[in-house]
């Protein structure tokens, strides 16, 4: 045989492993699921960065490039560079875009967050912001996180400059700021889905029941609403995978009979690591327990469209940064970017597509 001949075989078969390998994509398409990864626009130079993302996701969002800290540097003025870099990266690799986050006691900008500002101008200022941010990216983000993590643990709205610190001026009801932002955001994009986003409320507890109640509030009066984020950031092993499973499952099913949709929005799994930052092989098979479970409760209801991870190697996640490194590697890719058990375990799932819930 040429050695042609054997060039054009090897390029072949390299050429049919490229396009109908399995990735978390495309297994998710056949399912009719969005699988989603949170991203920072500064690492797209990294080819490795760039090729997985491209190839295992369909759906990306900005981690902190699209929060009122990156977008407004002082209160006259937008820098959309780094989120429109995150659509930028979409539109060519055909994912969507989910946004994050229009609203948030947090990740804001000392100008804003020690303005001193009085009800009249922030409620103006976040108006402004709602209406100008989505405006900008209509059409280029499907959905958005209108407002993130506005209770506190028992239910209660969280105390916050825009509720009550001082507040947009209607902090007299407890849900009513909520409810007006909503109402500002859907008139700024139409066709923009709306999503309430919450940590610590996706089984059942007093704090997911606070945002069911609200939920069943909004949508018995038309507030306009399409769906509640699910953060899912799972911090310790010590959890029973099924009984989280189940009340997982328990959650959603109650969300998405009232017509919403869920979205799981920042999975991980933060797995204890030693002093060089790695963890015991059993944690791995732990974490891809977890990571089973919770993709299969999400795929047991349809009105759960999308699963979505808090970035997706080991080698970038917040998840160092507010645990003193002591916890880590809680994504499905490790630090050099070869897939973990929980990345064959979530693939597993959605090849196995969508079942009933058990
Ligand atoms: C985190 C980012 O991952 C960090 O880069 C940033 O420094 C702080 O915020 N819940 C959320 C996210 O909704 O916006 C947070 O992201 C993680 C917790």
Partial sequence: ???????????????????????????????????????????????????TLAREFSMVEPEDAMKWRALRPDANTYDFRQGDEVVHFAQIHQMKVRGHCLVWDHDNPDWLAHGHFTSRDLSRLLHEHITRVMKHYKGQVFAWDVINEAMDEKGNVRDSIWYNEPGIGLSEKDTAYIEQVFRWARKADPHALLFYNEAEGEGLNRKSDAIYAMMKDFKGRGVPINGVGLQMHVPTLELDTSALAASLSANIAR????????????????????????????????EADLYRGIVRACLGHAGCTAIQTWGFTDKYSWIGSHSRHTRGQGLPFDRTYQPKSAYRAVLEELSAGRLPPH
């Avoid at 009979?257 to 920042?266: D, K, M, N, P, R």
């Avoid at 799994?269 to 015991?280: C, E, F, H, T």
């Fill in 255 to 286: 969300l998405t009979a009232l017509g919403l949709q869920v979205h799981i929005t920042e999975l991980d799994v933060a797995l204890p690591i030693d002093a060089n930052g790695v963890s015991r092989p059993d944690d791995l098979v732990r």
């Fill in 1 to 51: 045989m040429s050695k042609n001949f054997w060039q054009s075989v090897i390029l072949g078969v390299a050429m049919v492993s490229l396009c109908c390998a399995q990735s978390l994509r495309r297994e998710a398409d056949n399912t009719g699921t969005l699988i989603g990864t949170a991203v920072r626009p500064s690492l797209f130079l990294e080819t490795a960065y760039a090729s």
